[in-house]
């Protein structure tokens, strides 16, 4: 199976501007989270889908907002960018359960988004 | 709440010596542990997952880690550092509750000299 694709894989925006990053999981994952990387905050969650519903939020603001479609791809979104909104944004699909549990998280390349 | 703490940011060793990072967890419940390593521009790979059962838990490239609830603690171990083990180490922690969602440590940088 091909693993969770992620794309663009670098992007570069200026202030004000808004981005769209795109996730394909696992074939037959309907589980979508979607994770910030920066050297000064380390790994934190952003969002969770499951079967097109958000299941899950994180400590963002607003600008932040994600969907996922029939086909379980999923799309985050950043709003009036900010400078401090650089990062490395991280997808990971699960597999089909609900409930969560031990089900292994499996993470794509990652978006490497720069604010300039 | 689940919290992960990860002891010592930047950890050195020779190669075909011990690797030991450290890792230990808060969980109300009992936890689900995880441990991931993440190579330079690319994504998390998992190396193992405590979920139930037995304590010591056995993971790819060689790596393992014991559960032990008393200390909190899930340390990962390597008994024989290779110079392709040098990558950035998270250990993370899933909160229960119908969620996938994991709470990661501020990660451990490690260095295999030669």
């Known amino acids: 199976k091909a693993g969770v694709t992620q794309t663009p894989r670098y992007l570069i925006k200026t202030r004000g501007q808004q981005v769209t990053l795109s996730c394909s999981p696992i074939s037959g994952h309907r589980s979508v989270s979607w994770y910030q990387q920066t050297p000064g905050q380390g790994l934190q969650f952003l969002f969770e889908y499951f079967s097109e519903t958000q299941r899950n939020k994180g400590n963002f603001p607003g600008r932040f907002s994600g969907r996922q479609f029939s086909n379980s791809r999923s799309e985050m979104n950043v709003s009036t960018l900010e400078l401090g909104d650089s990062a490395l944004y991280l997808c990971?699909?699960?597999?089909?359960?609900?409930?969560?549990?031990?089900?292994?998280?499996?993470f794509g390349p990652g978006t490497r988004l720069t604010v300039l | 709440a689940q919290s992960v703490t990860q002891l010592g940011s930047h950890v050195s060793v020779s190669e075909g010596a011990l690797v030991l990072l450290r890792c230990n967890y808060s969980?109300?419940?009992?936890?689900?542990l995880f441990w991931y390593v993440q190579y330079p521009n690319q994504g998390l790979q998992l190396l193992l997952k405590?979920?139930?059962?037995?304590?010591l838990v056995k993971g790819i490239n060689g790596f393992e880690a014991e559960f032990k609830k008393s200390e909190t603690s899930f340390h990962l171990t390597k008994p024989s550092a290779h110079m392709s083990d040098a990558a950035e180490y998270f250990c993370a922690v899933r909160p229960g509750g119908a969620t996938n969602k994991l709470i990661f440590g501020t990660g451990t940088l490690l260095a295999v000299q030669p």
């Open positions: 405590y979920t139930t059962g037995a304590t």
């Open positions: 969980s109300s419940v009992p936890p689900y």
């Open positions: 990971a699909s699960t597999d089909k359960k609900a409930s969560g549990g031990a089900d292994t998280q499996y």
